[in-house]
């Protein structure tokens, strides 16, 4: 029970802990507020621009989340169909693999020519940065299932869709809830750099307004918002893997 | 008797074989039907190549492969199958791993939605029969590795299958835990009048368990011996500590020994 209780403190500790030594390196240092402001500086700005902040918090939140949708759909469709060919498979990794290199941030300007500033191109963004690890490991749980399940199942005269249905999908479960938890927080990347370079609203966007003007404490603010916002939808992905897929989660090592 | 499962000049090599030296050569096989075939070999000797052939899960480049009176073009479809590795889903409790075949075959895929109690009364029925009563709810990795090797049996068995294959089913448990299941064995093909094909190394199992033995060649596997086991049935476990089943198991032992010399 100790050990368990220890667990479940040891987040706030730890983040608690960081910041409080934050504070003090700031304090005992004398460091220029301008270089690096102090958690106590930042949360009074926080509270400070609390209106502006939750405005564009949610306006983020809501490309995120937009974004981050049409990976999880679009990836689960795509590893379905990767996992389920071999053809298919070798074929379009190069492709895949190629496209993922490309660094997204230059890829808004294209997005910006092609819809305009708007909502659009951060939620692209967002899209963009996070379907591939949700693509790559649905394939891979999927294409790893037993030869001898299949032998099973083929000898009754199951079809390809029957197997990957029936085993395949089921078994990439864990797999998919792992690359969740990534995706989630590169379709964050995604969506502020979209609203940086593409939108008048969001995070990103006051970003770049904030540090244009120089306003130290509300570009920190912001990112400690977007941390807050990240960690937050982490929880809950988290949450959604355990009760869905605790029979993937046996071991002493994941206890 | 008419062969239930009739392999006739067999000869098959892998599209993957990189030597292109077949699995099984001028293989030559009959089974009857309800008979318990146990098919022993050197390891390596294409044993489990006998078995997709037979299933229809791979097709002979040479030779014909003849089950329940048709040539197999497809996956047979009456087959059940059972491995060393018991392969439970594990996001399945016990009772819908059994279920599964259900899922797939017909007519029983078309049924099974609204006849669910019936199955599920049936499914129980086999857990009782292998020694798991009452276990159906729990999820296979909380049942040990024997308790799993019987419910996979209860899968291969759930959709009444014509035909039974077993690729060295118990191979991965300890004596006494197999000892247990060559009853369990021995009391379903007694039940359920099914033709078995047993793929095993162990003799002693060969000897107490089936009708008829293959005795199979090193690679390319083809058959070197075959023997009809004589000790009357019901059988007791006592009887693998005659002489006569020493014997057996003896002259069984020669023949895998020639074939590892031959090789």
Known sequence: MKAKNQLALAPWIFTIGFFVLWEIAC??????SFILPAP??????VWEYRTQLSYHALHTLWMTLAGFGLAVVFGLLLGMLLGSSRLINAGSYPLLVGFNSIPKVAVVPILVFWFGVGWVPPVLTAFLISFFPIVVNV???????????????????ASKKDIVFKVGVPRAMPYFFGSLKVAITLAYVGSVIGEQNASNVGIGNLLTRASAAFEVPLVWASLVVLAVLGVFMYAITAYVERSTTGWAQRSQMAA | MKPFVDLHDVTHVYARAEDGVPAVKNLTLRINEGEFAAIVGPSGCGKSTLMK???GLQFPREGTVIVDGRQVGAPVKLAGMAFQNPTMLPWRTTLDNILLPLEIVEPHRARLRRNKAEYVAKAEALLEQVGLKGQGHRYPWQLSGGMQQRASLCRALIHEPKLLMLDEPFGALDSFTREELWCVMRDLHAAQKVTIILVTHDLRE?????????CMSARPGRIVAEREVPFPRPRDLEITYTPEFSALVHELRGHIAQARRAA
């Open chain 1, 27 to 32: 304090r005992a240092l004398g460091i220029s």
């Open chain 1, 40 to 45: 106590s500086t930042i949360l009074l700005a």
């Open chain 1, 139 to 157: 394939a891979t749980g999927i294409a790893t299932v037993e030869p001898e399940m299949e032998d099973v199942l083929r000898a009754l005269g």
């Open chain 2, 53 to 55: 052939l037979a299933t």
């Open chain 2, 206 to 214: 060969a000897a107490f368990l089936a009708d008829r033995i293959f």
